[in-house]
């Protein structure tokens, strides 16, 4: 159900994507993105929108764990279990209307998109 669509959701508002390494950034701002708008919805007690959002988030960490390469090591394992828990957290998020474990979903993705950018932005 959700395979790609994260990868659609970027390409239907940017034309192009550069590179891998600038999806993997966009796929990280988009979870930050959705995310706070599921925290205002989760506040204003709008479960629709509230259900829009996580989905979206949802979308892209399935979108994520299916992009891992394996082969590569260690790393993928831990991306992994870390999207799997990041997963179980916003599923949480939308059946209790929890903003802490979207919080720290969120907080999470703050580390990641820090770091991703600090590794790949080699001067």
């Given at each position: 159900?959700?395979a790609?669509?994260?990868h ?7 034309a192009?994507?550069e590179?891998?390494v600038?999806?993997?950034e966009?796929?990280?701002?988009g979870?930050?993105?959705f995310?706070a ?13 509230k259900v829009?959002?996580?989905d ?11 992009i891992?390469d394996?082969?590569?090591g260690?790393?993928a394992?831990y991306l992994d ?13 939308m ?8 919080d720290e979903?969120t907080?999470?993705?703050k ?9 790949t932005?080699?001067?």
């Open positions: 159900m959700y790609n669509t994260a659609n959701i970027y390409n239907e508002n940017h192009s994507i590179s891998p600038k999806l993997i966009m796929l990280y701002e979870v930050l993105r995310n708008q599921a925290k205002k919805a989760i506040e204003d007690k709008n479960i629709e929108k829009y959002w996580l979206r988030s949802i979308a892209i960490l399935n979108e994520l764990r299916s891992l394996f082969k590569g260690d790393v394992l279990g870390l999207y799997e828990y990041q997963l179980k957290l916003l599923f949480d998020a059946l209790e209307n929890e903003n802490k474990k979207l979903c907080n999470v993705f580390g990641l998109l820090t770091a991703w950018r600090e590794t932005n080699v001067a």
